[in-house]
């Protein structure tokens, strides 16, 4: 099981050895269970502002850094991107909307996942489009003992945001890491292309609403159901990890 993922993406990618030292987690819908909190403030706040917009188009846009789903909708609606006061105006709103949903639940089962992982020596990196201040400083009281701010890249970080590659190269040059050397995991489709084009390994767990279709198209090389399923399988992916590359494996060049 999983041989002949890891053998397609070593050779689509022209690899000679997949040897992941650190895992690079998402974190809306894969950490914490906040999409349909991020879907119903997007609806809300750019409702506010007469600007047409429903859940399912969030989902579609999750990953995106606030200020580039608010030039979506203008360019869509407007023909034009949105002003720097529109964005400001806009995201606050939407904020404050987000901000009204008191408690994110943490994905089910992701706690033991992330131990596991931690027990296995692997580092952990979180690398988000958000730039929600009450999500990213939850991480550290609701995964106690987890994460390190060193190693996070969230929408203060970076400029352009997913899916450009962008986000995920950042923690690949923040970690010290080869693509082949990190796997991603990612809920979402314009994070599955982000993670994908940055040459990563890419898991997706399909935690939200849209067929998991959408996922494999966006270049998922692995998707489960629910986080569930892949916690009860890491060990035997993990097994697979330098498959085929016995023979061919040599030191990497860089
Ligand atoms: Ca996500």
């Known amino acids: 099981m999983f041989t002949t993922e890891i053998?397609?993406?070593?050779?689509?990618?022209?690899?000679?050895?997949?040897?992941?030292?650190?895992i690079f987690f998402d974190m809306d819908g894969v950490l914490f269970d906040s999409m349909g909190s991020h879907a119903i403030a997007w609806v809300g706040a750019?409702?506010?502002?007469?600007?047409?917009?429903?859940?399912?188009?969030?989902?579609?846009?999750?990953?995106?850094?606030?200020a580039s789903t608010i030039d979506e909708v203008f360019v869509k609606q407007h023909g034009r991107s949105a002003t720097e006061e529109e964005k400001q105006t806009i995201y606050r709103l939407k904020?404050?909307?987000?901000?009204?949903?008191?408690?994110?639940?943490?994905?089910?089962?992701?706690?033991?996942?992330?131990?596991?992982?931690?027990?296995?020596?692997?580092e952990i990196y979180v690398v988000t489009g958000s730039g929600q201040p009450s999500l990213i400083d939850s991480l550290e009281s609701k995964f106690p003992g987890i994460f390190n701010k060193n190693k996070m890249v969230t929408a203060f970080d970076v400029k352009i945001g997913k899916p450009h590659p962008e986000p995920y190269l950042m923690a690949l040059k923040k970690s010290g890491l080869c693509p082949w050397e990190a796997v991603v995991i990612e809920n979402a489709p314009l994070g599955v292309e982000s993670a994908s084009k940055a040459g990563i390994f890419?898991?997706?767990?399909?935690?939200?609403?849209?067929?998991?279709?959408?996922?494999?198209?966006s270049g998922?090389?692995?998707?489960?159901?629910?986080?569930?399923?892949?916690?009860e399988k890491w060990e035997t992916f993990r097994k697979n990890w330098y498959a085929g590359t016995n023979e061919k494996r040599h030191q990497k060049t860089n």
């Open 46 to 66: 750019l409702k506010q502002m007469g600007l047409p917009f429903t859940e399912e188009e969030a989902y579609m846009n999750e990953g995106r850094t606030g």
């Open 202 to 217: 890419t898991i997706a767990v399909n935690t939200g609403p849209l067929n998991s279709s959408i996922l494999l198209d």
């Open 220 to 231: 998922a090389n692995l998707v489960f159901d629910n986080m569930n399923e892949l916690y």
């Open 7 to 22: 053998e397609k993406f070593i050779k689509t990618n022209k690899y000679s050895t997949f040897s992941p030292k650190a």
């Open 95 to 122: 904020s404050k909307l987000f901000d009204a949903f008191k408690h994110h639940e943490k994905i089910p089962y992701v706690t033991e996942l992330l131990k596991k992982i931690q027990a296995q020596e692997l």
